[in-house]
């Protein structure tokens, strides 16, 4: 019974959410999974690419680059990728800095005579750029290791009330000053493509807003972005794979009643688990009975 106990008390975790004003949210009970793999990610940015789904290729590939313990090779295949992007949606300055990004790490890597003349002519016209210029960003041997990481410090909100924008804030660790611009996304709900919104970036902080229209049951997921002057990723606050949430209760629901208080007790019987929320006003008490099967 103890161990059935606790399982249970993992699954009402995921189910219900106490907001200060007492409220309870439902929340989806499929939780965030597991960051996925650097080559599933990679695997993910080339299908979104091959579909013509360009921008959403872009982010997918954008949290590939920014997982921890990516290798070279996946780094290499990445910034290809985000060139292909760049360079078919006409954003040559990015397309330039995806492929010298590509070039510091591997400076013989030629594209294979079958590509796009369209691609194969990009990378030779920046590889004879970069090399006139002194191979910039070119690691020399024996040279010190790269400074400290850029890092987003952002708290997410818990639960917003439905229609009304959604305010974030926080700051950029950034000790080489290498953060240009920071950018927002956002959905709502937990599928479908992310828009994106301005970010106002000045002095290591920023401030963005969620617009009202997306702010709906029973969730808003989101992530931030900082990006160099290239306009390549620099660090992430969640990201396409693994978003950030906030809850967005139903407006109309009698369980929002600020009056409400909700101890919870948990009966089982034949493998079915009933969670009894008991709601107390001043006068009356009813109580709402919700069916878990395992």
Known sequence: MARRGGYLGMALAGLLSVGAAGSVVVLPTTAHAQPKAVDTLVKRGQELFDNAQYEESIQTLSAA????????????????LLAYNYIVLGRTEEADAAVRGLLVLDEAYELPESESPRFRDFFGQTRKKWESEGKPGKEEP??????????????????VDADSPISLDGTIEDPAGSVA??????????????????VQ???????????AAAVAPPLVEYY???LDENGIPAALRGDAETPLRVAVPEGSSVISSPWLWVPVSLVVVGGIVATVVVLTTRT?????????FE
């Open 181 to 198: 611009r920071v950018k927002l996304y956002y959905r709502t709900g937990s599928t479908g493509k992310f828009e994106s919104a301005p």
């Open 224 to 226: 931030l972005e900082a």
């Open 65 to 80: 680059l920014m997982r921890p313990g990516i290798g070279r090779r996946d780094k290499v295949e990445v910034f290809r």
């Open 201 to 211: 970036y000045t002095m290591l902080r920023f401030t963005a807003e969620i617009p």
């Open 142 to 159: 024996g040279a010190a290791p790269a400074g400290p990481s850029v890092t987003i410090k952002h708290a997410s909100p818990a639960q």
């Open 284 to 292: 009356t008490t009813s109580t709402v009975t919700v069916g878990v």
